[in-house]
């Protein structure tokens, strides 16, 4: 059975075929995919594509993806999607991944629903650290981590190719027990 969360304004949910549309939106934005590692998409079959990819992650115990839905939403539409991926139960780490839809930027969303994936993460998941890899313009990124605790570890060189080019990124880890 998949988790369904909430925090004060969001649904966090499974996502669906019906959620398509609401991805394609998402990563055939430059503005969303320019920190990604992800080309922009071009067509809605790839969104597709990616609520299938997600569903077989958690199956398989690689990675949970849940749809951004506002409470409020009329119509259920999801203005993004937050998740584990390279999710490792056996060493009980994953890496939280995240994007939001630009007219739901500047509003505590992503800092709202990666508090509640991490809490998760670590009481339903006994996940021991959750990562974060990101890139090193992404200034917001870094904020929302920074912010709820996240600490940087360090710079991947040349970690992840967007449109061609080599980038660099900062690791970010934030432990269950951060005595350690």
């Given at each position: 059975m998949f988790p369904t969360l909430e925090t004060e304004r969001l649904i966090l949910r499974e996502l669906t075929e019906e959620d398509a549309a609401d991805i394609f939106a998402c990563f055939s934005n430059a503005d969303v995919t320019r920190?990604?590692?992800q080309e922009t998409l071009e067509r809605l079959e790839q969104a597709?594509?990616?609520?299938?990819l997600f569903a077989r992650n958690y199956e398989e115990k690689r990675g949970i993806r849940w749809g951004i839905q506002l409470?409020?939403?009329p119509d259920n539409r999801i203005m993004g999607t937050i998740g584990f991926n390279a999710w490792m139960p056996k060493h009980r780490r994953a890496?939280?991944?995240?994007?939001?839809h630009p007219d739901h930027w500047h509003r505590g969303y992503a800092t709202e629903a990666v508090s509640r994936i991490v809490a998760y993460g670590f009481d339903q998941l006994e996940l021991a650290?959750?990562?974060?890899?990101?890139?090193?313009?992404?200034q917001a990124s870094q904020t929302v981590l920074t912010k709820l605790g996240f600490q940087q570890e360090g710079i991947l060189r040349d970690y992840i190719v967007q449109d061609g080019k080599s980038y660099d990124t900062h690791v970010y880890s934030i432990l269950r027990y951060s005595s350690k």
């Open positions: 920190y990604y590692g597709a594509a990616f609520v299938e409470k409020d939403s890496e939280i991944g995240y994007e939001l650290r959750i990562g974060a890899v990101v890139f090193r313009e992404n």
